[in-house]
């Protein structure tokens, strides 16, 4: 029985090639856009599920309650110590250190060569890999880190830098400056883990790098990349610990610090997902994705039932024929849902191959290693099952039903209508349906792209064009300021400035300010930014008040922004000779700059002081003109390479540097435009058939009505009316649903644009276009058909 269901199923299949087509595309379409959303939610749901202690491991972060919360997830450097020595809570603690962008030598090869590492290295405690499961696959896990000086790198480095050697035993330079020898290697780091550093140095070294890290004093700072992991004893709660830990504040912080410094526990679980603790991506964009799979699918769906139902007239005597021979109307609903099935397997082999077609470019957006191995993990195989399920008996159940349960004396007379099979009201619904989803996504790409724009084209209060950015890799104040007088004399560089970072930066240091002799500290925090007396001209800052800083390598004074002085109460003028203590250094205020952005779009801005530091700058910002930037840029890596022939050279434009802070929101644009592309994609082809199979029943009309006088264009009006109607009837749906999930997304973002009448005018009339070709091309062809042919037909 079963075998014969697929033969006949294969029959009517063959019988009617464009209705299987239009089904198999649009399924194919929908279940690899499904497919890709699956392995891509599943790839980041498994960030660091592979530790054995996972429910057990958390990371102590650090909030500070002022006029706002604000969060770390990096805590003051003596925290790790007082953990391990002043509570019994934890089986294990470590603390880790990393840097990003470290070079790194090999000083006892017969040819050195230089590595820029930019995942960065580790200054790790021995426990670290007690807590955390990084496989050692040489060395004593007990003994590899133990001693200072002792380096454990991948097998993926050991490789790059020795090729077949063995690394036990050989050295490695970090920044021309510290000797590390190896005594392991670890496996290589899988790629579903935050931690992608793949050198992890001896803890023990750190007061080199950093001596503040190293102090058991050093309770006023926190880098961000000091982090505390600790993995909890069995049935101790995070709640019972975060009680505990207040009491770190109350011994070693007084006065003020005492309300705002707080230590919390966060989950292992948490760190990917959680922004305001530095995480990669929110959760929710993970469920706009599931609801955008899920969204197509039903599009797909739609499709099918409603070009199901539109054919089921024409399957009318074949069912009443097989009613009469003696078929049930359960023999009937399996063998509709054998041709289902026979489609829907089709369409899943024919989704597979465009998921493969299209993994490169999401990996390449998302910076993945996502594969498609279909037997290498249960969880795809099973997906793929569930949603072919799915597909088969959302799709196929409803039109089954509706030829199962046609009357055979009036199938064989050819008297069914519409009504008897749902009539136009069912497909209006599912018309109404498949268009709301498409304007959804299309207002939703409208206001993204417009948000994108106005992030990147809107005036941030400095000059982001034409600036180049180099690093400074050493302090030597000599080498530096040769480097900036060479850079100065080159004919295509209008300014030079020597700085931390620049004035908009994802690296930023912040710290309390004490005002003019006041007894207490402020109850806000400045952002700092260590700058020479170049950096207001080389960037464009615009002075408001007072002067700019004269030359000067030492903290002398402060210029600060429009902010600083309003959260103050003072105008620009007033606190121009006032006086400041940021960072221990106690300074007359000189100058005030109009405010600029000094973080994403995402955050409102800081108040910011500019301040003279040389043992701070980290980077050469140079404005160059753009009529000769290629033989610009070649001059400046020579004198750089010149100055630093030690280290490896890099340059970034600022515009691009800027263009990194809305990665994510370019990503989730990137995605909804190529959904929506096949949401509407999918659509149309359901419109076609749609409109096909009505100029297939109305041939006689449409002859009827040329004959009496009837032009095309009425012949046009009477298929669009129809549609129009239906597309405005999902425009009323689709808008309030996406101006709540577009006000969501914007709340993400303190300075962000309307949603504008204009926005859901656009998408209206972008849908109406798209409906009218597809409409239009099948309509036009009916309309222009000889209307003698058309009465012909019987």
């Known amino acids: 029985m079963i075998k014969n269901y697929f033969k006949i199923a294969w029959r009517n299949l063959k019988l009617h090639k464009s209705y299987a087509a239009i089904n198999i595309v649009g ?14 939610i599943s790839y980041h749901l498994s960030f660091d599920t592979f530790h054995k202690n996972q429910d057990r491991v958390y990371r102590i972060t650090t909030e500070w309650h002022k006029e706002t ?14 953990v391990k020595s002043e509570f019994t809570f934890a089986e294990k603690t470590a603390r880790v250190i990393d840097y990003d962008g470290m070079l790194i030598s090999l000083p006892g090869e017969k040819d050195p060569k230089k590595f820029m590492e930019e ?6 405690e021995p426990e670290f890999f007690d807590i955390l499961d990084f496989p050692l696959l040489k060395g004593d896990k007990a003994q590899v880190l133990k001693n200072p000086n002792s380096a454990i790198i991948t097998q993926k480095l050991a490789k790059k830098y020795f090729g077949k050697q063995e690394a036990i035993g050989k050295t490695i330079r970090l920044n021309n400056s510290t000797n590390f020898i190896i005594t392991g290697i670890l496996k290589n780091i899988p790629p579903n883990t935050d931690r992608r550093q793949e050198i992890y140095l001896s803890y023990q070294n750190i007061k080199e790098r950093a001596a503040y890290l190293a102090s058991d004093s050093s309770w006023g700072g926190v880098y961000s990349g000091c982090q505390l992991f600790t993995l909890l004893k069995p049935g101790v709660s995070a709640a019972q610990v975060n009680n505990e830990l207040k009491s770190i504040v109350k011994k070693y912080y007084k006065g003020r610090d005492l309300a705002i410094w707080n230590f919390k526990l966060q989950p292992l679980s948490d760190i990917h997902f959680n922004i305001k603790l530095g995480g990669y991506a929110d959760k929710k964009y993970l469920w706009a994705l599931f609801f955008i799979g899920f969204f197509l699918i039903i599009t797909a769906c739609v499709n099918f039932i409603n070009l199901a139902t539109a054919q089921a007239l024409n399957r009318s005597k074949e069912i009443g024929i097989r009613k009469v021979l003696g078929s049930l109307r359960s023999q009937l609903f399996w063998q509709f849902i054998a041709e289902t099935a026979l489609i829907t397997l089709f369409a899943v082999l024919l989704a597979y191959g465009f998921a493969e077609l299209a993994l490169p470019y999401l990996n390449g957006l998302f910076e993945t290693e996502i594969s ?23 799709s196929g ?22 009504k008897h099979i749902g009539g136009f009201s069912l497909r209006r619904v599912l018309v109404v349906t498949q268009f709301a989803i498409s304007q959804m996504l299309i207002i939703g790409t409208i206001v ?7 992030s990147k084209t809107s005036d941030l209060g400095f000059k982001k064009d034409a600036i180049v950015v180099v690093p400074v890799p050493s302090t030597d104040q000599t080498k530096m300021h040769t480097l900036a007088n060479r850079f100065a004399s080159l004919a295509g560089v209008e300014t030079v400035s020597l700085c931390f970072r620049p004035p908009a930066s994802s690296s ?11 007894p207490e500290d402020e109850h806000w925090s400045v952002n700092t930014k260590t700058a020479d007396d170049q950096y207001i001209k080389t960037f464009d800052l615009q002075l408001v008040a007072g002067r700019n800083l004269y030359p000067a390598d030492t903290t002398r004074e402060f210029v600060v922004n429009e902010i600083f002085a309003k959260k103050l109460n003072l105008s620009p003028q007033e606190i121009i000779g006032k006086t400041a203590t940021i960072n221990d250094k106690t300074a007359p205020i000189v100058g005030v700059v109009k405010d600029f952005y000094n973080y994403s779009f995402h955050s409102e801005i800081a108040p910011v002081c500019l301040v003279q530091d040389f043992t701070n700058f980290r980077n050469c910002a140079l404005k160059i003109n753009l009529k000769n930037t290629k033989a610009t840029l070649a001059a400046v890596e020579k004198i750089w390479n010149e100055t630093y022939h030690d280290y490896l050279y890099s340059y970034q434009f600022m515009d691009d540097s800027i263009a990194e802070f809305y990665e994510m929101d370019s990503i989730m644009l990137s995605l909804i435009q190529f959904f929506a592309g096949i949401a509407i ?19 006689k009309e449409i002859g009827v009505r040329k004959v009496l006088g009837a032009g095309v264009q009425s012949i046009l009006w009477m298929f669009g009316k129809e549609f129009s109607t239906l597309l405005f009837i999902a425009f009323t749906i689709a808008a309030p649903l996406a101006w709540w999930a577009m006000h969501k997304y914007l709340q993400d973002f303190e300075y962000r644009v309307p949603i504008s009448a204009g926005i859901f005018f656009t998408a209206i009339a972008c849908t109406f276009f798209i409906a009218f070709i597809t409409v239009g091309y099948r309509s036009v062809k009916a309309s222009l058909a000889n209307p003698v042919n058309s009465l012909r037909t019987e």
Do not use: E, H
């Open 27 to 40: 399924l194919s379409l929908g279940i690899a856009c499904s497919i890709l959303i699956f392995v891509l």
């Open 69 to 82: 919360i604000d969060y770390s997830g990096a805590v003051p450097a003596p925290v790790g110590k007082v």
């Open 119 to 124: 995942s960065g290295v580790v200054f790790a």
């Open 372 to 394: 498609l191995r279909i037997f290498s993990s249960w969880q795809l195989p099973a997906f793929i099952f569930i949603i072919s399920l799915l597909v088969i008996f959302l």
């Open 397 to 418: 159940s409803y039109p089954g039903l509706i030829l199962a349960r046609f009357q055979p004396v009036q199938a064989l007379k050819s008297k069914l209508s519409q």
């Open 448 to 454: 993204i792209a417009s948000q994108l724009n106005y």
């Open 508 to 518: 930023n240091n912040t710290t309390g300010i004490k005002f003019d002799n006041r």
């Open 681 to 699: 994609f999918i659509g149309c082809l359901g419109l076609y058939g749609l409109v096909s199979f009505m100029a297939v029943r109305k041939t």
